[in-house]
């Protein structure tokens, strides 16, 4: 690569992230109705791909916290270049508009599911052989839990509700959404960046996740060095092929952390770096889907899990071997996950600027 002073960018590689959107959102889908649908793993060696393909629910995540770390620095040191003073009533209204748009329906359809689901299934949603509903459901629907997954306190002060576990990261990504800006603007904040620091003590663990946050952010504050890409084709490939093997490795690690966590984000953020200066066309054909990914993906993430065990409960589905069955039970859920997420996303995301301007025109801004 060559350095140019002139900023050269690469307007196909949004749809690119957004098709990548799709992909994390649709493995995380997969991972989750795999540990519902399947049997552990057995060690057969023709079934290896498909349990090693279906468990990288983790680090799509991952892939989430650096996609949203790009484009929220990306948002906030625009922001702040112009006139940092009056930054935060805007930016806060226009970060709660669009996880609380999402979020605070997802809650009431998830608490309708499971409540559903305990008083006609109650022995589904108490199965200690799959480990997402290990967890005691009946006992993450209390009023303090509802309040403190409004307020994204999820896996940290309280339980996320229900059996909607993957809520967890939504708390990570709230507090991401403070602390960056936070720390940008130490000086004229400090109350801000003590809140920040305070969290940080209490709960260690958004630690690893803000480092991995972190990385998307450093794509995006390198926007003013943006080299030509002679040999996009080979840049990419070597990148994202890096990326990739990462980002399994991660997933089947013994005892995978933060260590391998920040490894996935670090060599996506690198794909990125690349994707942003390879002057690679996006495929009509697969537009389909990337809009699925900047239309539909928060919501497919927020409703899927509840969504999916209460479809096992009502079927009375065991979990089973690996066969042509299973995979076929496992093709309805993801198809029905997604219709759902789409249904569900027009009824909230797509909202999203309507509640925004409403917020910004009482704040008068």
């Known amino acids: 690569m060559a350095a140019n002073t002139q900023p050269v960018g690469n307007n196909d590689a949004y749809s690119w992230m957004d098709l990548l959107r799709w992909l994390a959102a649709t493995l995380v889908l997969i991972s989750h109705a795999r540990d519902l649908l399947f049997e552990d793993y057995s060690g057969s060696i023709w ?19 650096v996609l949203s770390g790009f484009w929220i620095a990306r948002t906030v040191l625009r922001r ?10 805007g930016y806060l209204i226009d970060r709660l508009s669009r996880l609380w748009v999402v979020l605070l329906p997802a809650l009431v359809v998830g608490y309708g599911l499971d409540a559903t689901g305990l008083h006609f299934f109650p022995e ?23 309040i403190g ?10 339980d996320a509700l229900g059996s909607n576990g993957p809520l967890w990261s939504l708390a990570f990504e709230f507090w991401f959404y403070l602390w960056f800006p936070a720390l940008l ?11 920040s620091l305070g969290m940080g003590v209490m709960f260690p663990q958004l630690i690893g996740g803000f480092a991995c946050w972190l ?3 450093a794509v995006a504050a390198s926007s003013g060095f943006m080299p030509v890409v002679r040999r ?13 093997a990462i980002f399994v490795a991660g997933s089947v690690a013994d005892g995978p952390g933060w260590a391998w966590d920040f490894a996935i984000a670090a060599t996506f953020a690198l794909f990125l770096f690349v994707l942003l200066r390879a002057p690679v066309r996006f495929p009509a054909v697969l537009m389909p889907l990337a809009r699925f990914g900047s239309r539909s993906s928060f919501s497919l993430y927020v409703i899927h899990f509840p ?26 859920a993801v198809a029905v996950c997604t219709l759902v997420a789409i249904g569900f996303s027009n009824l909230t995301e797509a909202q999203t600027s309507r509640v925004r301007d409403w917020a910004r025109r009482r704040a008068r801004l």
């Open 80 to 89: 702040t270049a112009g006139s940092p003073d009056a930054f935060w009533t």
């Open 307 to 332: 969504l999916l065990l209460f479809g096992v409960a009502a079927l009375g589905l065991p979990r089973a071997a690996f066969g042509a069955a299973s995979l076929g039970w496992l093709a309805v």
């Open 47 to 65: 079934s290896a791909p498909f349990y090693v393909g279906s468990g990288l629910g983790h680090s799509s995540v991952i892939l989430f916290f």
């Open 215 to 217: 990385a998307g952010a």
């Open 185 to 195: 603007l130490a000086a004229r904040r400090p109350s801000l960046w003590l809140l």
């Open 149 to 158: 997954n409004v307020f994204f306190q999820q896996s940290l002060l309280v």
């Open 124 to 146: 589904s949603y108490s199965n200690d052989q799959a480990y997402h509903t290990a967890r005691d459901v009946a006992g993450s629907m209390g009023v303090v839990t509802w």
């Open 232 to 244: 996009p084709i080979v840049a990419l490939s070597s990148s994202g092929v890096s990326a990739a």
